[in-house]
């Protein structure tokens, strides 16, 4: 008989609930193949995004078999706090589902309860398209699904310790640029810091996953030394543009030093 690896085994998660960290990226282009990429470069876990990104239904589908077979969690960004959406991206497949634009309590049981299968959720049960995983995910999909919420806006940020404390929330994630955006505290300044070290307090006194997006490496090594355990760095078209500058850069700066030394 073939023996299959146990992709519904949620890596992150468990990882996370260890102390470790998980360190993953966005993709945004609608490829399978680059979300795959990406898995295979070591990532604990990849965020297919459905709230900013280019995902068909098909692409988004074979996008999680690409990463859960390199071993990563497969996360999928909903475009919004509903029933529809989040239920649409754990029957595909999603191992983490991040809610954006939570601002309380109230909206985080919501989130809560379309993440997880009665009794202790509202989820409705099909059989799921993830094919990869085994027959008996209904069994164990409450334990290994987990849900992240986004606090985003100022009022999520004063209603950061009642998010953090309801039922069935895993994880949150920080929004800095819409952080920035809504309370007009630009990155890196005192008081943008001083509100993403809320969410982490407030994670902490309620023993949730902290976790923030970084748009660099240095940033998140920032957060992470302040405590972020969930670190989402970057994004594929970021790294494409950028591995592409560098190139283009590297060749002109040759090219020039060269034409300088033409007598």
Known sequence: MLRTT????????????????????????NSATAAGMLARSGLGHVVVDLQHGEWDEGGRIEAI??????????IVRVASNTFADIGRALDIGALGVVVPMVNNA????????????????ERSVSHPLAVHYPVNYWDRANDEVMLIVQIETAEGIRNAEEIASTDGVDAIMAGPTDIWF????????SDHDAALKRVLDACRAAGKIPGTFAGTSELAKKWIDEGFRLLTVGTDLGYL???????VDEIEARRNAQAANVP
């Open 6 to 29: 146990d992709f519904l085994a949620n890596r992150s998660l468990r990882a996370l609930r260890d102390g470790e960290l998980s360190i993953g990226t966005v993709a945004i282009a």
């Open 65 to 74: 078999r690409s990463i859960s077979v390199q071993g990563s969690t497969p």
């Open 106 to 121: 109230s909206e985080a049981r919501r989130a809560a309860a379309a993440t997880r299968y009665p009794p202790v959720g």
């Open 182 to 189: 809504s309370t007009g505290k630009v990155i890196g300044s």
């Open 241 to 247: 543009s950028g591995g592409v500058r560098h190139m």
